[in-house]
């Protein structure tokens, strides 16, 4: 069965920087464009940033800009996401997703890593 695994979360100071990795598993991974979510407690789950399923192109929030970036290894089934400069307001569940291609939504969901940064 398809797994996504995330792993890198943690505490860390504001200004600070974390390296987030999704693991993936049961899937054809260069087959799949890959998204990093986020969901603050009472709020929706959010796009944060995303990467094409050749590592050529990639979107971002206009929130984390110039901040974070997303990247992939197909060679290892893997999605990173390194995030430098946390804010309090980065503090959140993260999750990593996949999107099949030439499809609209995304298939598979991880189960979420805790980002929390103090001010």
């Known amino acids: 069965q398809v797994q996504l695994v995330e792993s890198g979360g943690g505490l860390v100071q504001a200004g600070g920087s974390l390296r987030l990795s999704c693991a993936a598993s049961?899937?054809?991974?260069?087959?799949?464009?890959m998204g990093w979510f986020r969901q603050a407690p009472g709020k929706e789950r959010d796009l944060v940033a995303r990467?094409?399923?050749?590592?050529?192109?990639?979107n971002y929030a206009d929130s984390v800009k110039v901040r974070f970036t997303i990247s992939r290894d197909n060679a290892k089934n893997t999605v990173y996401l390194q995030m430098n400069s946390l804010k309090p307001e980065d503090t959140a569940v993260y999750y990593c997703?996949?999107?099949?291609?030439?499809?609209?939504?995304?298939?598979?969901w991880g189960q979420g890593t805790q980002v929390t940064v103090s001010p």
């Open positions: 997703a996949a999107n099949l291609l030439r499809t609209a939504q995304y298939n598979y």
């Open positions: 990467i094409n399923y050749s590592g050529g192109s990639t």
């Open positions: 049961g899937l054809t991974f260069s087959a799949y464009n």
